[in-house]
């Protein structure tokens, strides 16, 4: 059967030849671009000499005025969560060329390193002995992101015999010529270049309509990232066998290459490794660069894992360093969410007027109005509606705000079947469905827990806390409704995690997996407010990052580990903390 395939594919690679067609791949990566930073001299992407690109050349940084603070700044310009140390650049080899930077003078927030004070391009007393070098961070968190490799087994069907084929080059009708440029300009001014010819099969990249490998052409030329030119041999290769290895320095530009040719479950794939990455920064800018990355390359499924850790981990990102400088859009997508992990509503629009207020006059009216409308205001606390009348906000977009607390007011004091007969009320619009509301009294959390999480103590008010041998059981009491009128009706509940089949088995249940938990309510009707409760478990990684956020149906609720589930964001050691959320809502 070997043969017989071996034969076909050799009679299908009879072409005709004809003339070239020039390809121009991605013009951001056809070279470095003004400003640019590099780690040069190591076999490490995350150290080396710090090289900063200027005038169509690369040159060094000299160490006078030089710290931490500065090597914050490259390590962040390239992405790296922030900076190790600070080291001599000498260690990475002698360096040739100019020194661009001196006396530096960087305060540690700036996203470019040339943005910072410095005397001026290329004045320096310093020797080349003096140039600097960094050690970026790979990850923090404890995540261990360093050793982050993987295979992609596309084959299903395909023969081996088209992995032989390519490496043999038998047959080769079509010429691929991978160029980058060095950063380096010749004596006529124009980029220096360096290349490698990949010899491949037109009836096989054929299938790929972004070669254009059609009749009466016979080679391309396709222009990337120095960086990148290691990884596209192994990108041809994926085309033959669907198969590829992936390590965490190829990851980006493999991602970028599948992208851009247009071989989308190659790049959604890998879109999901690098969506492993997202725990490991807390200052959450590479959380943001990866969802502008996702928008660039168009990879749906990444922009939405970075949307959704960012949304689950909402308090974390307000913190964040990144905060201020969030993307309206990406504000925007957050406040679409209704999985949103917020102590309450209250909470969220105090977040986003803080946002607003800080961007000052450069955010217009209209982006403001439009923000602040999709604040849930029904479902802000009574109590807290008050409040907002002495908001400066409220005094831009009165109207607004006006508008928007009359309808939360009814909301509170009137049964939601007594407004749905109000054309204003549609008890389909978000305004009236709840988020992940995690202050007391709709959530409990179980032990471990970390004093460093920010759902830990005040969510801590349980009515009893049992041990059945490792089941750990709480109950604890909730309104039936978080409106004003529910305010003294409440619901008994009671949270278990089951971590064996015979603690399932000791209640009446059978668990699918292990562990599970569970979350039942006693003593309570709910007939005669058409209410319902979709309930959720959030589960936390060592009390700093929420990992997931899982459903409780017939009242169970799964918990992934990391060595049975392909989790979105996995937990070093499997250190969880677990959090029970009521979430009533009308239907």
């Known amino acids: 059967m070997a043969t017989n395939l071996h034969t076909v594919w050799l009679l299908l690679l009879l072409h005709a030849s004809g003339s070239a067609f020039k390809f121009d791949w991605l013009k951001e990566n056809l070279g470095p671009q003004e400003g640019d930073v590099r780690l040069f001299g190591s076999a490490s992407i995350s150290e080396g000499r710090v090289e900063v690109y200027h005038d169509g050349k690369w040159g060094t940084v000299c160490d006078d005025g030089w710290d931490m603070a500065e090597a914050q700044v490259v390590c962040r310009q390239l992405r790296f969560p922030g900076a190790k140390s600070s080291v001599a650049g000498s260690d990475y080899g002698q360096a040739t060329g100019p020194i661009w930077l001196d006396d530096i003078n960087c305060k540690g ?83 220096e270049m360096v290349g490698t010819t990949i010899c491949a099969h037109k009836v096989i990249l054929s299938l790929v309509p972004f070669f254009n490998a059609s009749e009466g052409i016979t080679n391309i030329t396709v222009n990337v990232s120095q960086t990148c030119q290691p990884y596209f041999t192994s990108f041809i290769r994926y085309i033959y066998t669907r198969k590829i290895d992936v390590t965490l320095s190829s990851v980006q530009c493999l991602h970028r290459i599948a992208s851009e040719f247009g071989v989308k479950t190659l790049m959604q794939d890998i879109g999901r490794m690098l969506s492993k990455v997202l725990p490991a920064d807390d200052s959450f800018d590479t959380q943001v660069s990866l969802y502008k990355y996702a928008e660039e390359t ?134 009236y469905q709840p988020r992940i509301y995690i202050a007391k009294p709709w959530s409990t959390a179980f032990a471990p827990l970390s004093t460093s999480s920010p759902y830990s103590s005040r969510n801590r008010r349980p009515y009893y806390e049992n041990q059945y041998g490792q089941t750990t059981t709480k109950g604890f009491y909730t309104p039936v409704h978080n409106s004003l009128i529910f305010k003294d009706n409440t619901i008994q509940w009671e949270a278990n995690v089951f971590r064996s089949q015979s603690e399932c088995s000791n209640r009446g249940l059978r668990c699918e997996s292990i562990p599970m938990a569970r979350l039942v309510s006693y003593h309570h009707s709910t007939q005669q407010t058409n209410m319902v409760f979709r309930n959720r478990l959030l589960v936390m990684c060592q009390g700093k990052y929420i990992c997931q956020v899982q459903d409780f149906k017939v009242n169970l609720a799964n918990i992934f580990v990391n060595d049975t589930q392909g989790l979105a964001y996995p937990c070093p050691g499997d250190q969880y903390t677990y959090h029970f959320v009521v979430r009533p809502a009308y239907v």
Request: aromatic fraction near 10%; hydrophobic fraction near 40%.
């Open 298 to 431: 168009g990879d749906l499924v990444l922009q939405d894992n970075c949307i959704q850790y960012m949304a689950w981990n909402y308090q974390n990102l307000t913190s964040s360093p990144a905060w201020t400088h969030l993307p309206v859009e990406l504000l925007r997508a957050l406040l679409a969410r209704s999985d949103l992990v917020v102590p309450d509503e209250y909470f969220l629009l105090q977040t986003v007027e803080s946002w607003i207020t800080e961007k000052g006059d450069s955010i217009s009216l209209e982006v403001q109005a439009d923000l602040l409308s999709r604040i849930r205001f029904s479902m802000i606390p009574a109590e807290k509606l008050y409040a907002l009348e002495l908001n400066s906000l409220c005094n831009t977009h009165k109207d607004m705000y006006r508008d928007r607390m009359l309808k939360a007011f009814q909301f509170n004091i009137l049964l939601f079947s007594n407004l749905s007969a109000d054309p204003k009320f549609n008890r389909e619009d978000d305004d």
């Open 109 to 191: 927030t700036e996203n470019h390193l040339f943005t910072c004070g410095f005397k001026g391009w290329g004045i320096s007393d310093c020797t080349h002995k003096e140039d600097v070098g960094v050690i970026c961070e790979t990850a923090s968190n404890n995540m261990a992101i360093g050793d982050f490799s993987s295979s992609l087994d596309h084959s299903f069907i395909l023969s081996d015999d088209l992995d032989q084929i390519f490496e043999s080059g038998m047959g080769c009708d079509f010429l691929i010529l991978v160029q980058s440029a060095t950063g380096n300009k010749q004596e006529d001014g124009t980029l």
